[in-house]
């Protein structure tokens, strides 16, 4: 062999690298782009986490307890923020929170061969993870950072233990901080106790206790916690099922617009109850297709499949606002964000060759993957044609520096109370003018 053939492997290994990070920054960007420019705060980012973490010291805004939650690493952005001064905090948050949600695509880059991913297939679920529909909610944002890292819990539960010491102590240590983000990772801890039970494998029951620890916590947070907003529930089983037919099948194959206008119609057609049937019955099929194949080929891919059914039970009963607006106005997207990352990834393993068995088939047979491979190109075009752009209440906003200048142009006085518009339009800030430092830096007392 010569000189040149031995480089090869190592040049394309590389250059496949590269192409993976330029396709996580052009999605990335791509769907966050009209929050990049300059930086906003986003909703709760704001009226919730900036202003009650303001006023306290700088120890006491890591760890302030929102809802009866722990939120770590939204904390610490928000906290962080507060020491770059008023005119450029969003811009600490957003790209913050940038790089903090690309930890779950990172760790599939560099662990795609022990999932059994080939190139195409890691690369489609990079542009996916940006173009669904219930991307655009959750990126760029720091109140959202927990989708993402109950993603990465998932993850870690699919990779097999045999890893490096480095490795062991980096997984470890994402359990950690995917724990301390919020509630969505916590929920995937009696299957990660149910696995390392299963496996009696010690790196795995390490794992299993950093989360459960992880999660007695914030059960107690919740337990004690006061003025907790309401949460509502239903009877309505078929309401449920609509749920997760829209937001996991149909959402991301016809696009948000098409989606809202088959429901309406079925509605119109045949009331609500004859609109919601097949739509429910296509969702059972297509998960009740993905354990059928799961269990008889990949049994490891069963965990996956056992974690975006426990998010999407999560994500049912943590639903603040009416119920029906997840279906026919399709609101709450950003909890069906990580299950539905789950699928894509379940279904990519499956279209792939076991890990370690470059010689074997996929376990989705060929007529299966001849379906399957039209339906992710469907669901690409899709995505990036209907899907990439932010949703016009979040696509634009009132301007931030051009606030900030008029602050600095005619300064509040002691006591008095601000107020800021944020991300989207409507949405106040309100600080008192002790917090905007507007031209020094806060104190850490």
């Not at 031995?6 to 052009?26: M, N």
């Not at 973490?53 to 805004?61: A, D, E, M, V």
């Not at 801890?189 to 007695?216: F, G, H, M, Y």
Request: charged share 15%; aromatic share 10%; with cysteine.
């Amino acid at each position: 062999m010569n000189q040149d053939n031995q480089h090869t492997p190592l040049e394309l290994k590389y250059c496949k690298l590269g192409i993976f990070l330029l396709l996580i920054f052009f999605s990335h960007w791509k769907t966050a782009a009209p929050m990049l420019s300059e930086g906003r705060f986003w909703m709760e980012e704001g009226t919730f986490f900036f202003e009650r973490i303001c006023p306290r010291s700088f120890l006491g805004g890591f760890f302030y307890i929102h809802e009866g939650r722990l939120e770590l690493p939204a904390n610490a952005l928000v906290n962080l923020s507060r020491f770059v001064g008023l005119r450029y905090a969003p811009l600490v948050t957003t790209y913050g929170s940038l790089i903090l949600q690309t930890l779950p695509i990172l760790l599939l880059i560099a662990q795609r061969r022990r999932l059994g991913l080939g190139f195409f297939a890691c690369a489609s679920i990079i542009v996916l993870s940006a173009c669904l529909p219930q991307a655009n909610e959750v990126w760029a944002n720091t109140i959202n950072l927990h989708f993402h890292f109950s993603l990465l819990v998932a993850l870690i539960l699919m990779l097999p233990t045999d890893q490096s010491k480095p490795w062991r102590w980096t997984l470890r240590g994402g359990v950690l901080l995917a724990g301390l983000s919020g509630a969505p990772a916590n929920v995937l801890a009696p299957l990660s106790v149910w696995r390392a039970w299963r496996e009696k494998d010690r790196e795995r029951s390490i794992q299993a206790a950093i989360l459960c620890a992880t999660a007695l916590l914030q059960l107690i947070l919740q337990a004690t916690a006061t003025g907790v907003s309401p949460r509502q529930y239903s009877a309505d089983l078929e309401l449920y099922g609509l749920i997760v037919a829209t937001q996991q099948f149909f959402a991301p194959l016809l696009g948000l617009g098409y989606t809202t206008d088959l429901l309406m119609t079925l509605r119109r057609g045949h009331g609500s109850e004859f609109a919601a049937l097949p739509l429910i019955l296509a969702a059972v099929v297509g998960y009740a297709f993905l354990w059928t194949v799961v269990w008889r080929r990949r049994r490891d891919l069963a965990y996956s499949l056992g974690a975006a059914m426990l998010l999407v039970g999560l994500a049912l009963i943590t639903r603040r606002n009416d119920l029906a607006d997840m279906t026919y106005h399709l609101r709450g997207l950003r909890y069906f964000f990580a299950p539905n990352m789950l699928l894509i990834i379940v279904t990519a393993c499956l279209c792939s060759r076991p890990p370690g068995e470059e010689n074997a088939s996929p376990a989705v047979r060929p007529i299966q993957r001849g379906l399957a491979i039209p339906l992710a190109t469907w669901a690409l075009s899709t995505g990036l044609l209907l899907n990439f752009a932010m949703p016009p209440q979040f696509a634009s906003g009132p301007p931030w520096r051009e606030q900030i200048d008029a602050l600095e142009a005619s300064p509040p006085k002691p006591g008095e109370m601000v107020r800021l518009d944020i991300w989207p339009t409507g949405v106040k800030m309100t600080l008192p003018a002790e917090c905007l430092h507007l031209d020094d830096q806060p104190s850490l007392e």
